[in-house]
């Protein structure tokens, strides 16, 4: 069975810095797909960003950015430039084809002024 | 292009009651698939309808039970509620090819309190 790992429940970042956060996960499959949804207060879950594991080149969205380490089964979110706005939690999410998603336990992001 | 539509946004029922939560996906999206997110046990998938069958189910009991219309358009139920049903249900919809549209959208989520 597929699991995710988040090892940072909570960080913290000042606005206009830069911060990763951290994902693992454990798969015995080739092909499958990779997100990081954002969920703010609101608690609307929020596409970030996604991979596919067949891609070698690390996705990128705007300020937001991953390291995919295919073999190491790491996936972090790199954020640029925090705003105020992007103080959420963010979930990792491990998807094979066609299948559900499996989301890590979260990381509370705090973004400070 | 209007998002995942859930309703009602907020509900309390009274333990043995039941609850529907309807969900209405994107436009073209074929798949509809739930999620429970509760503060102990995190986001959890319940179930998955793609051309109104079932194709995937999580580890949750009978009393959670779902469909899906000729439109896309799906409702979850869940029976003789009880207190630990109490969480956010949020609905997600994806295009289902296969390919790139594999992305999961989800919508803002039903909050059910059980009391």
């Known amino acids: 069975a597929q699991t995710v790992t988040q090892s940072q429940p909570e960080m913290s970042v000042q606005e206009a810095e830069t911060v990763t956060l951290s994902c693992t996960y454990d798969t015995s499959e080739n092909n499958y797909y990779l997100f990081w949804y954002k969920q703010p207060p609101s608690r609307q879950m929020i596409l970030v960003i996604r991979?596919?594991?067949?891609?070698?080149q690390n996705a990128t969205e705007n300020r937001f950015s991953v390291n995919f380490q295919k073999a190491a089964k790491s996936f972090s979110l790199k954020i640029s430039d925090s705003q105020l706005g992007d103080t959420a939690m963010y979930f990792c999410?491990?998807?094979?084809?066609?299948?559900?998603?499996?989301f890590g336990t979260g990381t509370r992001l705090q973004v400070f002024p | 292009k209007a998002g995942v539509t859930q309703t009602p946004r907020y509900l309390i029922k009274t333990r043995g009651q039941q609850v529907t939560l309807s969900c209405s996906p994107i436009?073209?999206?074929?798949?509809v698939s739930w999620y429970q997110q509760t503060p102990g046990q995190g986001l959890q998938f319940l179930f998955e309808y793609f051309s109104e069958t079932q194709r995937n189910k999580g580890n949750f009991p009978g009393r959670f039970s779902g469909r899906q219309f000729s439109n896309s358009r799906s409702e979850m139920n869940v029976s003789t509620l009880e207190l630990g049903d109490s969480a956010l249900y949020l609905c997600a919809s994806s295009v289902a090819d296969g390919g790139s549209g594999n992305t999961i959208y989800f919508g803002e989520g039903s909050w059910l309190t059980v009391v």
């Open positions: 999410a491990f998807m094979k084809q066609t299948d559900k998603l499996i």
């Open positions: 991979q596919e594991a067949y891609k070698q």
């Open positions: 436009s073209g999206h074929r798949s």
